[in-house]
């Protein structure tokens, strides 16, 4: 998946208390030990104590307990007893071809590279080993996912789609505007041949328009995610998308006849929507059955709304992480947010139907459904890297155990991109996509922040060394 033509001997910068940073001594070993961490292989298993990991040219190739397990001569083995080892993240959800806006704060279709590539790095340092980029102009897209890949720059594999197939242009995402069937066709043919990975659909398609692209992707290989609502998710699970994001489908077909009369889909009309839905109705259980029955995985970007329903909350709006996003992002931010005309009233009212928006996370978990985990970088106030984290955190506030948290964080997002045969997972065979922390996240889900190192395709990387403004990992 990714190659990596270079070396990085870094400071090894410890982050338990008491402990002096030293250099890492540069060696000829091509193979590695990493001795004595408890493994949470990311599958929902036990945690492994005492256990023993050899990694050789970026591929575990030895698994076992460290009493037991044999170690060839010529492998350098690393210490790191009292720590705990974990898949690397798959963030589902990033748009990490950061798009400047114009005067009228309208997006400008070129990436700012610069941009793309320190929050790369960052999420990088959070453990994110691998992302998809749901949503970009097509060139630009394949550019960067090639500029990772060859090893010239830092930072996790991509997988992307090009630009989102949508009916209308709209200042905030880039937008192919598409209406009929050979344009949209046309369209797809065409990011198929650039190499996108999959297709993105938009919001203000149709059923038919839906069901046109899925067809014409399917004929090129390509599944499709869906950022739906003209559609209901019913019906687009029964066309055979492959994907759709976010937490809710904000369709008035959710909701009672009584009440859809005064449904408007906006933004403050999702508040109306959470407050008028019936989990129970035949609607929504409907929905489920489909999804679950056609194989669509949900990343639902708690995230995204969390930082939306608490808009006017300093905990967002002036965290001190703020440095770890890329200026010209935090300058967008500062200028318009999607709840910038929001009044006191309409966050209270959002707050008081946010455990609903959670219920429903919970009950696609509890469906059987497949879950995965997004940041929906860089909407406001959503941090490279952190943000994927505190996603975490509001899964398990949603009901969902730890171990499964994880494996949303990992397996789940590598069997979602058909990549898990790859990644994902602490496994004979597979890349060395792992993250070493000094705190047990199956105690407490933030501890996913303890990360002392990282390796990504069995390279080493230090957080500090990534992102300078990274001093600590703990909850703020």
């Known amino acids: 998946m990714k190659i990596k033509h270079f070396a990085l001997f870094l400071l090894a910068i410890s982050f338990i208390a008491g402990c002096n940073s030293g250099q890492e001594n540069k060696t000829n070993f091509k193979s590695e030990a990493y001795v004595g961490a408890n493994i949470i292989d990311g599958t929902g298993n036990d945690c492994k104590e005492n256990m023993t990991i050899i990694v050789k040219e970026g591929k ?3 698994i076992g307990k460290s009493n037991e397990i044999e170690i060839p001569i010529d492998v350098k083995i690393i210490e790191t007893k009292g720590k705990w080892v974990m898949p690397g993240l798959i963030d589902m959800h990033a748009h990490v071809t950061i798009l400047p806006v114009d005067s009228n704060l309208v997006i400008i279709e070129k990436y700012d590279q610069e941009a793309s590539l320190e929050a790369l790095k960052t999420m990088l340092a959070f453990g994110i080993t691998t992302t998809r980029n749901p949503a970009a102009p097509t060139g630009d897209a394949i550019e960067l996912r090639n500029l990772i890949a060859s090893g010239k720059a830092i930072g996790p594999t991509i997988f992307t789609t090009g630009f989102a ?11 192919a505007v598409i209406v009929t069937e050979e344009e949209i066709r046309e369209e797809i043919q065409n990011q198929a041949e650039q190499g996108v990975d999959f297709i993105k659909v938009y919001g203000s398609l149709k059923p038919e328009q839906i069901k046109i692209a899925i067809d014409e992707a399917h004929k090129h290989e390509k599944k499709v995610i869906g950022h739906l609502q003209n559609t209901t998710w019913t019906d687009a699970a029964n066309l055979g998308i492959d994907f759709i994001t976010h937490a809710a489908p904000w369709n008035s077909e959710y909701l ?73 992002v935090a300058g967008i931010w500062n200028k318009t ?40 970088f860089p909407n406001p106030w959503i941090i490279p890297g952190i943000s994927l984290h505190q996603e975490f955190e509001l899964l398990s506030e949603a009901g969902i155990p730890n171990n499964e948290i994880i494996k949303i964080a990992t397996l789940n997002g590598a069997i979602a991109l058909g990549i ?10 597979k890349e060395a996509d792992l993250i070493f922390l000094n705190s047990n996240p199956l105690d407490n889900i933030e501890n996913t922040r303890s990360i002392d190192f990282v390796l990504n395709d069995g390279e080493k990387f230090i957080p ?9 990992f703990k909850r703020y």
């Open 420 to 429: 898990d045969d790859k990644t994902g997972s602490i496994e004979l065979g």
């Open 60 to 62: 575990i190739i030895s």
């Open 337 to 376: 947010t999607f709840t910038s005309s929001w009044t006191p009233e309409d966050y209270s009212r959002a707050k008081k139907q946010w455990p609903k928006l959670l219920a429903l996370t919970k009950l696609m978990f509890d469906k059987g459904i497949l879950i995965t985990a997004g940041s929906d």
């Open 165 to 175: 197939l949508n009916r209308t242009k709209s200042f905030f995402g880039p937008f």
């Open 464 to 472: 500090t060394e990534l992102n300078k403004y990274i001093t600590m």
């Open 256 to 328: 009672s006849e009584a009440a859809r009369i005064n449904y408007r889909p906006t933004f403050i009309g999702r508040l109306y929507w959470l407050e008028n839905v019936n989990y129970n109705d035949a609607p929504i259980q409907d929905m489920l059955t489909a999804m679950l029955e056609n194989n669509v995985s949900v990343d639902p970007t708690l995230i995204a709304f969390r930082t939306k329903f608490w808009g006017d909350d300093k905990y967002y709006t002036q965290s001190k992480y703020l440095d770890l996003v890329p200026k010209l």
